[in-house]
């Protein structure tokens, strides 16, 4: 049996948490005669909302958080990546899955991740957590998985909670995929603890997921020059009322561009972004101003 339970705490460019745990039993109580069941929350938590592309080193952190019937081991040493993470996605509807980021959804790059985080018990009885070097390893997968594991297994005692440390080393892009309705652009990050189990009773295992919205920017301010012209045949681009900036615009076709010659033109073609030198009655590209003396003399 499946819950899910949602939170979201946000405030613009103050610390935000958006977590969405899947708590998964593995298995009716009565099945076990003790009431032996595992409850677990496992996700990243994006600290900065919003955040803009090109910022870089922010704070983050990935929570395990054991509500189970007692102690929990995670395992953080599996070679099949049972505690899995993915950056950036359009949707936690697949949180379990495998990947936990599925078809349409997948949006990798939009961010890159440190190689390794450290932990920190936050609350409860931990063993393998404080001071532990936690590693961030890509899959290679279509949704950017990254595999989180360390040096021994992770446990939890009940109530407890872990959290590992980490930084998103940099925005890189805005999603391509928009993951809620509200302004701006959204991306989830989701994790996943699969097959984690009571550590006095092994048989009685369930997964975890978790995930964190974010919004990510492309300016600071709506009105503002969000690029600059690089020439006489390119035009600034301002931000929009979504914090995006519009697409790289050029001038109009058989725009000025220069004083000319008595054998050039100078003219914008509404592509070129260089500036050469062109015959009279060619306004195929813009030409920046030459000296008096024809491209072509005696034409």
Do not use: H
Request: charged share 10%.
């Amino acid at each position: 049996m499946c819950r899910t339970y949602r939170k979201l705490i946000t405030a613009r460019w103050l610390p935000a948490i958006a977590v969405v745990a899947a708590l998964c039993i593995a298995a009716p109580p009565s099945a076990f005669g003790q009431g032996d069941f595992v409850q677990l929350a496992a996700g990243p938590i994006y600290l900065t909302n919003p955040v803009l592309v090109g910022q870089t080193n922010i704070a983050a952190k990935f929570r395990f958080s054991n509500s189970s019937s007692g102690a929990l081991t995670i395992d953080t040493l599996a070679a099949d990546a049972r505690v899995n993470y993915v950056p950036s996605c359009g949707s936690s509807a697949n949180a379990a899955g495998s990947p936990p980021c599925q078809g349409a959804n997948q949006d990798p790059g939009v961010f890159t991740i440190s190689a390794t985080g450290t932990g920190q018990t936050i609350a409860g009885t931990t063993l393998n957590c404080d001071a532990t070097t936690f590693t961030f390893t890509a899959t290679g997968d279509a949704a950017g998985t990254i595999k989180i594991s360390s040096a021994a297994n992770l446990q939890l005692g009940l109530g407890a909670v872990c959290d590992i440390n980490f930084t998103i080393l940099s925005v890189v892009k805005v999603p391509t995929v928009d993951a809620s309705v509200a302004a701006g652009r959204q991306t989830l990050g989701v994790g996943q603890a699969l097959q984690a189990f009571l550590t006095t009773n092994t048989q009685v295992t369930g997964d975890g997921t978790g995930s964190s919205i974010v919004t990510v920017e492309q300016c600071p301010t709506p009105g503002v020059t969000c690029r600059a012209a690089v020439n006489a045949c390119d035009v600034p681009e301002v931000c929009d009322a979504n914090f995006l900036c519009p697409a790289d615009l050029k001038a109009a076709a058989g725009t000025s561009c220069g004083v000319g010659t008595s054998c050039t033109v100078d003219q914008c073609n509404a592509s070129v972004t260089s500036i050469d030198d062109f015959p009279v009655g060619n306004v195929a590209a813009c030409e920046s101003p030459v000296s008096s003396s024809c491209d072509n003399p005696g034409t």
